[in-house]
């Protein structure tokens, strides 16, 4: 099994930051992709960043400039560094991860999610 854990959510004031990290554990020969993703009060859960094994990242549109995404490949840790937060970015942030297990599978896992909250 793999295991994702997160941490960094909290509290901060709006044009605050924030960085969040998720370390990824357990029976992993790889990892593809690393991700993001966050799911607002209300809504549905939505992609915010992503990098490959090779470094190439996506954000969504909302955060872009604002936000970094970036691995630590020895480590099997992704971070999500978020600047100039906004209160529309209030939000359960969950971290994502593509595996090539140890018996050579392919899986998607997810982490527990962290809570972030912007406000006054």
């Known amino acids: 099994q793999v295991q994702l854990v997160e941490s960094g959510g909290g509290l901060v004031q709006p044009g605050g930051s924030l960085t969040l990290s998720c370390a990824a554990s357990g029976s992993i020969f790889s990892i593809d992709a690393m991700g993001w993703y966050r799911r607002p009060p209300g809504k549905q859960r939505e992609s915010v960043a992503t990098v490959v094994g090779g470094g190439s990242t996506n954000y969504a549109d909302s955060v872009k400039g604002r936000f970094t995404i970036s691995r630590d490949n020895a480590k099997n840790t992704v971070y999500l560094q978020m600047n100039s937060l906004e209160p529309e970015d209030t939000a359960v942030y969950y971290c994502?991860?593509?595996?090539?297990?140890?018996?050579?599978?392919?899986?998607?896992?997810w982490g527990q999610g962290t809570q972030v909250t912007v406000s006054s």
């Open positions: 994502s991860a593509v595996v090539i297990t140890t018996d050579r599978v392919l899986r998607g896992y």
